[in-house]
């Protein structure tokens, strides 16, 4: 809605020095004062802006509401775009008060003339139907103004909205006239004023974000406002990508995927078909950020669609006076600890740490569990929980090695291709396929506990882990002791073929140690 012609507002019948109330954020202050010293050096108005008008000790309410009473012009500063830190309720809060002090007085038709506003960005949608005035860099026929030289005093400057303002101002104040606008000295005033006051604007605004550059795939999502209980990401949640993470990370075409898309994807990727074990940590991470809380970071690597790894990092979140929030999550690239699995040892060796793994963090869990047989559910219940995601742990930790599990039974397991023929490779090849019929037993009875129906008890679900384990501490042992005695034959062939190659490598540190 452009201002109102001038012939159309009437002069404000006051005798003596008209009063002016500025109203800003203090964000806008660089604006504020130059307007000020505009306004006050075309004409002996009475100009009220906070930083200048109190003082310390001030009823700073009841000052600003006596200046407003006082006043008969409201003008007020709207630089930029809304945004969240850049808070107007005060100022709109000033100009109810305004607008009131008119009512009272019944000069109601008087309001939309005489509350103004000076805005850079889009109109402020709660002023439209008062007098706004666009600040521009160019004139009305797009011809740039060169506002930051001072000595500049383009005719440019009259054909700006701006410089109706400051007409406005001088020919509407009162009955007769503050200053003859015909006055070749007082136009150069008025040229300098928009000049000033348009300079102000520009200065003000040279530190907003236009836009960012992002450098690691990133996925963004809406969390809506609390409304009862706490929502973080669910399945309908719209993600958004950038820099290509939905494609390269999750094959996904399009810039835009559920939640559910994207767990899919994920677990699709995932060697046993689980959710990776940072999808249900960035799930945590979103329920902490709607409650307000400081999110946890998952420890858990996210395996590509192209084959690298990343490590998801909640990197921030903006908030919305809605209390709704929108998250961000880099997907930061990971170092490859994959080993080159075309050298035995390097197999062996992963299998032999993944194995001390299974050692020292799950079969602890089992024998806790064996000793809490008359404990209540729930005890059964965070230990059965905690078994699982230990398993699953180990297993990404093999994935992140380059070990795989084997797909199916048919399925020959990577390291047995490292070990030579005989007894200990059948024994091996036993055990491994042994252990995948008992894991996917392990898991089916801890999802049927898990399962609201409850056709499955966490007491049953523990006899069935308890007997899936078996025996398992003395296997794990002798696994090691194979893979072990494996591990040294194989280095001390790969190290012959290296000493074979070059005469002056020395023996390698592990046949050293072997003797």
Known sequence: MPAAPLAALEPVPVQGKPGIFISYNHKDKIIASALEESLASLSDCNIFIDHAGLEGGDDYEAKISEAIRASHWFVMVCSGAAKPEKDMSWCYYEAGQFRAKLE??????????????????ERPSQL???????????????????????????????????FNFLDLILTRSRISPLRNINDP??????????????????????????GEEVFQPRISFRIPPP?????????????????????????????????????????????NGMIPLWINDLEAAATDVARGDVPRQTDFLCFGSDEKYYRPIIARYEKFRSSAKKCYVAFIPARDRR?????????????????????????????????????PESRKTELLQKIQNEIVMVEAEAMEFGLSPPKDEHDEPPLLSSFRDGPDKDFLRAEINRWSGTRAAI??????????????????????????????????????DLVCNELLYAEKVESAGAVSRKPDAGLPILSQVAG
């Open 104 to 121: 009272a007085a019944d000069q109601a038709k008087a309001i939309r003339d005489r509350l103004c506003y000076l805005y850079d960005g």
């Open 227 to 271: 409304s009862g209980e706490v929502k973080g990401l669910g399945p309908e949640t719209v993600i958004a990508g950038e820099y290509r993470a939905l494609q390269d990370i999750f094959s996904i075409a399009g810039s835009e995927a559920t939640w559910a898309d994207v767990k899919a994807k994920s677990s699709r990727y995932s060697s």
């Open 128 to 162: 439209t139907r008062y007098q706004g005035y666009l600040i521009s860099t160019a004139d009305r026929s797009g011809k740039p103004l060169n506002v930051n030289v001072e000595s500049d005093d383009s005719i440019g400057y009259e054909s700006t909205e701006l």
């Open 339 to 375: 080993f080159n699995l075309t050298f035995k040892t390097s197999l062996l060796l992963s299998a032999l740490i993944l194995s001390v793994r299974f050692r020292q963090r799950v079969l602890p869990l089992v024998e806790d569990l064996k000793k809490l047989q008359q404990a």
């Open 185 to 210: 000295n007082v136009r150069k005033l008025m040229r300098s004023g928009v000049r000033k006051i348009t300079c102000a604007f520009e200065q003000n605004r040279i530190d907003d974000v236009v």
């Open 443 to 480: 898991f089916n009875t801890i999802g049927e506990a898990r399962d609201p129906k409850k056709e499955t008890s966490w007491s049953e679900a523990a006899t069935t882990v308890i007997a899936g384990f078996e025996n398992l501490s003395r296997i794990n042992g002798t696994f090691i």
